[in-house]
């Protein structure tokens, strides 16, 4: 039985499709052909990258009354020409290139790609990708940016503490965090040159100092002025970090203004903190409207798993994908440190582990968080509010409890025999 398609099938008129390198833009322009109805013309065109370059093509493209330009996400070099044909008031279509494959078996050139990509998007047979606007952009790149500084600021850490192993310094066998105030205390007396072992024990301070003995063994090791030289380098350096990342969290402050009471409300779901909710926002912007459904915020995040069927049968182990990586950090993040707490999500976390995997659970949860979020950011009078640990255990079938509960014993080797309580 055939079905109507709710797709309207519409050709749009006057579109352009931009192939985009570092150096040059190829610029494929189809109009509608006045003499002759249902024809079309045509005109492949090269500009420079230049701004100059690129205002000529928008008014040659206005002139032409194209009102949709569609570009493959092509490095960082669609952004300029994106923010720059958007400013210009053209309606500016990101696509994944994965989506525009060309056909094998011909030629691939610039030109070729830009009007095969001219004609898949005239067609309405690609689909849109996600740009937020401007001020979601600001927010996103110094909130990436700060991100970018803690995997660096890790790495210097990193770096410092296999310096002390070369040195045959344990100090991080002892202390379970080498850059608090004892341990910067203790490095920085090893860089100026005092390598007691006793002296620097006693520089411990509060719960550190019960491990005084076992800090006394930590520093008999080979400390030399090599080693001082390249640790003070590296401290040097992460305490640069550490300023500008602070610098960075008073940007971000201001940027988030206006958007404090959607991250407010996100950040009482469990595992979130105020840098977290602003970045989640960063990251999907304020807009639910551009994804219609939980699911579909799920999916563009690669939260869902992707379904591969061929002849009747699955194909793979359905795998997520890649997606966004500040995101998922984020996500992971809140996901494990909700795990850790006396909450629906945290029970959520525990019993998903138990079953498949704490990897596995993470996304799972991530999932769930990413839901909430979405209902949050869609309705500005939603608020979280938790369910409780003790969800599944008052709402669970009491039969499939009492079953449960006679196979665990039964697989003891006890025989079960259940009766009614009076």
């Not at 960082?76 to 020409?81: A, L, N, S």
């Not at 070369?166 to 007396?189: C, N, P, T, Y």
């Not at 350096?237 to 959607?262: G, K, M, Q, W, Y």
């Amino acid at each position: 039985m055939l079905e109507e398609d709710p797709q309207v099938e519409e050709i749009i008129a006057r579109v352009a499709a931009l192939d985009i390198g570092k150096a040059e833009v190829v610029c494929c322009v189809r109009v509608p052909h006045e003499g002759k109805p249902g024809r079309r013309l045509q005109e492949v065109t090269t500009y420079s990258t230049m701004t100059r370059s690129l205002l000529g093509m928008a008014d040659h493209l206005r002139c032409l009354g194209v009102t949709r330009v569609v570009m493959e996400a092509t490095s960082d070099y669609w952004k300029p020409v994106f923010y720059l044909l958007e400013a210009q008031g053209f309606e500016t279509w990101l696509v994944n290139a994965r989506d525009v494959r060309h056909l094998p078996g011909r030629p691939k050139t610039d030109k070729l790609d830009s009007v095969w990509l001219c004609k898949v998007a005239e067609r309405q047979m690609l689909r849109r990708s996600f740009v937020p606007p401007a001020e979601i952009r600001r927010l996103r790149d110094v909130a990436r940016y700060r991100v970018d500084l803690i995997e660096a600021r890790t790495a210097e850490k990193q770096r410092a503490e296999k310096l002390l192993e070369d040195a045959q310094i344990k100090l991080s066998v002892v202390a379970s965090d080498i850059f608090g105030a004892s341990g910067r205390e203790m490095m920085a007396a090893l860089i100026a040159g005092r390598r007691n072992p006793v002296e620097l024990a006693e520089m411990a301070k509060a719960r550190m100092r019960r491990k005084i003995p076992a800090l006394i063994e930590a520093f008999h090791g080979h400390f030399t002025d090599h080693h001082g030289f390249l640790l003070g380098k590296m401290l040097a350096r992460i305490d640069a970090l550490n300023a500008d990342i602070a610098e960075l969290d008073a940007v971000i402050e201001e940027l988030i203004t206006p958007f404090v009471s959607a991250v407010e409300r996100i950040d009482e779901i469990t595992g979130f903190g105020p840098i977290a909710a602003a970045g989640v926002i960063a990251e999907i912007g304020m807009d639910m409207s551009r994804f219609p459904t939980p699911g579909h915020l799920a999916s563009w995040a690669k939260y869902t798993p992707g379904v591969k069927q061929s002849a009747g049968r699955k194909k793979g182990r359905s795998p997520t994908g890649p997606g966004n990586r500040y995101l998922a950090r984020i996500l992971g993040e809140a996901a494990m440190t909700a795990g850790r707490t006396d909450t629906f999500l945290g029970e959520r976390y525990r019993r998903l582990a138990r079953r498949i995997g704490k990897q596995k659970a993470i996304v799972a949860v991530g999932r769930s968080m990413l839901v909430i979020i979405w209902h949050l950011l869609s309705d500005p009078k939603a608020r979280y509010s938790d369910l409780g640990s003790d969800f599944y255990d008052k709402r669970i079938n009491v039969e499939r409890r009492r079953r449960n509960h006679i196979h665990q014993l039964e697989a003891l080797g006890y025989k079960v025999t259940v009766e009614p309580a009076a």
